[in-house]
Structure formats: C-alpha cells, structure tokens
C-alpha cells in the first residue's frame, strides 16, 4: 500500500510524544508500505516556518527520509488534478495533497477527515 503523509502527520512522525492514531502509526511501520512525503509538505512547512508561524526542525526532512519516507515530486498532472476537485476544502496545500493521492492512488494519512468527501482513501 502507498501511504501519502498530510503536513501534521510527516511532522508528528518525527516528534517526542507523537499525537498519531494507532492505525496511522501501525500502516506507516509497516514495512510492506511505501511511505510518500510529498514536496508539498516541505513547501507548507517552508512556508509556515518563514512567518513564524510554526517553530519545526530544520531536519525533520532528513529525519523523515532516514526513516523511510520516499519523496513525491508534485509534477503536471498533480497540479492539473486541482482544478477539477469540488469546493470541499479551501487549503490549497491539502488540495494538492489531494489530488497526488488520487493520482498515486495512494491513501492520505491525515487527522483531517474532510478529505474523504474528495473520495481519496484517508487513514488515520
């Protein structure tokens, strides 16, 4: 199974004390899984981080691929996909999200529920 990481969860896999659901934790260490990390997750923390608005290590990418994260490139198709989800979410980062796990045919691992309405596979 391909397993897509939504922003929190890529930071939350990292992390002391980690919030992640049982089941979120038991499909990422699963070796059978490919665990994606989406470049989309990099640009929100980038992002976030640059106003000030989200205080996250400077490694946590390295740390993700040391455990195992495979990086996802955001190509053509992925972005195209956006246009033509329906006004579910605002958040154009979980959209694009979105729209790769659609593509990937991958499941979103995300606390985010709302995502199922767009019809992706959502673990948590």
Same mark, same amino acid.
């Given at each position: ?17 980690? *919030?992640?659901? &049982? $089941? ?6 699963? *070796? ?7 470049? =989309? ?17 400077? %490694?946590?990418? $390295? &740390? ?6 495979? *990086? ?13 989800? *329906? $006004?579910?979410?605002? &958040? ?5 999200? %979105? ?9 979103? %691992? ?10 992706? &596979? =959502?673990?948590?």
């Amino acid at each position: 199974m391909k397993l897509l990481l939504d922003t929190h969860t890529a930071l939350w896999w990292t992390a002391a004390g980690s *919030p992640l659901g &049982d $089941d979120a934790i038991a499909l990422i260490e699963d *070796p059978e899984n490919a665990v994606l990390l989406s470049a =989309v997750v990099i640009w929100e923390v980038s992002i976030k981080r640059a106003l000030g608005k989200l205080d996250a290590s400077t %490694v946590f990418v $390295d &740390d993700l691929l040391a455990g195992g994260a495979q *990086p996802l490139h955001v190509t053509l198709a992925h972005a195209a996909r956006v246009e033509h989800l *329906p $006004d579910h979410h605002r &958040d154009p980062f979980d959209r694009l999200l %979105v729209a790769q796990a659609l593509i990937e045919d991958a499941t979103l %691992v995300t606390k985010d529920t709302a995502l199922a309405a767009y019809g992706v &596979d =959502v673990a948590w």
